[in-house]
């Protein structure tokens, strides 16, 4: 579950401002437009604003489950979006409304099972950016969707988290369907298969759960390593898996690894699992990164410009996934457009100013002067100097106008780097520099370079 989000009890109401109203109004257009009007209109549209409640935003979802599911899979954008408007809200709180809750099911009757979580129209085999990285992963998907009896099965897709592996299940789904409109087609994840099925079993009542899922003809259960040790739902497991195999039917698999490194799962489980094709999704390259960005920034263009500069910094420095990688792009259109100012590299590290500090390497003033002094032909030294000829000067500027910009250094501790100099030559450099870019091509040219240097 995202960090700082829970689905909590229910609770009476908070009183909410007109400003809270406000601000939830506008969130809700930008969450529509982030969703797509297909998840938007399922999970966000029906959620109610309770209020806020010092740093926690709560809202209210129709059931018990809507709240789960809302703050499982929607958590980081409703926290994006409203702090945009509040940024002292840091925590969201999902809870059941009162005025929404069903009444009581009797004891003795089945509690209702859900319908399996549908398949998100968002997500297709045409917007998955492929690369080295994916390949294997991406082709075995489609083959999955294609008509006719599949090459093999199951298809077992294994990645940590953010690279695709849910993007690819969905695209399945929505492809088989366009393939046969009719068919019945299940997705849920590894959870939810066992909290429904736990469920059915406290009410005595698995005959359903089971005809529900084993009548499909496409199963999809994402992030299996979530029934690891629980004995009673991998027996259930397993019984589905081979209902579904059994009948020519199709089975996709996702997890955080390769099934012989999953512990606490039934090794007949895992052989099973195993018996299709296995595939992984190892974490995106440089190249892969930057054609996931650009195509992104080709959907924002009518909305936002992003400079290449801005994606090439981007793609370099967010690493660990592609959802963090997206997240990042969308931190930063989405803030440009509320504060009405253009992207520009300063703007993008002025904005994940946090994120960055987290990924990127301690930069130090060290590194900073031998690189401007190697890129203008000097010695450390000549910076270092009491030397004031321009060809000094300047790169002895732009090597302090780098160092107040590129780490989180004092502007007395820059001076004293660069030969025991006043904080105030330091100000001066950083006012000088600053200037200069914006009156001189050469100079702005010359910056840029050395920050890409830098960053890379």
């Not at 939830?24 to 930008?30: E, F, I, K, M």
């Not at 099911?105 to 045409?126: I, N």
């Not at 499909?216 to 690891?228: P, S, Y």
């Not at 006012?431 to 910056?447: M, N, Y």
Request: proline share 5%; hydrophobic share 45%; with cysteine.
């Amino acid at each position: 579950m995202p960090s700082g989000f829970q689905p909590v009890p229910q609770v009476g109401s908070i009183d909410f401002s007109a400003n809270d109203r406000d601000v939830w109004n506008r969130v809700r257009v930008g969450l529509k437009a982030d969703a797509g009007d297909h998840s938007y209109e399922a999970w966000l549209a029906p959620l109610v604003l309770v209020g806020c409640d010092g740093d926690t935003l709560r809202l209210a979802a129709p059931s018990a489950f809507a709240a789960d599911w809302v703050t499982s899979n929607f958590a980081d954008l409703l926290r994006r979006h409203w702090s945009m408007h509040q940024p002292s809200i840091r925590r969201v709180a999902i809870q059941q409304g009162q005025a929404m809750v069903a009444p009581p099911v009797a004891k003795a009757t089945a509690p209702a099972v859900s319908q399996p979580l549908p398949v998100d129209v968002r997500y297709s085999f045409d917007n998955f950016i492929v690369g080295k990285s994916n390949e294997l992963a991406y082709n075995a998907a489609l083959a999955m969707a294609e008509p006719g009896p599949p090459g093999f099965n199951p298809l077992f897709l294994h990645g940590t988290t953010g690279l695709g592996k849910t993007h690819l299940m969905h695209a399945i789904g929505n492809a088989y369907l366009a393939h046969h409109p009719g068919a019945r087609v299940a997705y849920l994840s590894a959870e939810k298969f066992m909290v429904e099925f736990m469920a059915a079993m406290r009410a005595k009542d698995t005959i359903s759960f089971k005809q529900r899922l084993r009548s499909v003809d496409l199963l999809m259960i994402d992030d299996v390593q979530f029934i690891a040790g629980k004995e009673s739902t991998q027996e259930e497991f397993f019984h589905t898996m081979n209902e579904i195999i059994g009948a020519g039917k199709r089975l996709v698999i996702t997890a955080d690894r390769s099934p012989q490194n999953l512990e606490g799962i039934q090794e007949r489980i895992l052989s099973r699992m195993a018996w299709g094709l296995v595939a992984d999704i190892n974490p995106a390259d440089y190249e892969l990164r930057l054609n996931i960005l650009h195509a992104k920034v080709s959907v924002l263009s009518n909305r936002v410009t992003v400079p290449d500069d801005v994606v090439e910094f981007l793609a370099r420095k967010i690493t660990a996934n592609v959802r963090e990688l997206e997240g990042a792009l969308n931190r930063v259109t989405a803030f440009a457009m509320l504060v009405n100012k253009p992207v520009s590299l300063e703007f993008t590290r002025e904005t994940l100013a946090d994120l960055l500090r987290a990924h990127e390497k301690k930069l130090t003033i060290d590194e900073i002067q031998r690189k401007v002094a190697d890129y203008y032909g000097l010695k450390v030294a000549d910076l270092l100097s009491e030397r004031r000829a321009r060809e000094v000067a300047r790169p002895r500027q732009i090597a302090m106008y780098l160092a107040k910009k590129m780490t989180p250094r004092s502007l007395p501790e820059i001076g004293r780097r660069f030969g025991k100099r006043d904080h105030t030559t330091v100000m001066h450099a950083v006012k000088r520099v600053e200037q200069l870019r914006a009156d001189d091509r050469e100079i702005d040219s010359d910056v840029a370079t050395l920050t890409r240097l830098l960053d890379g």
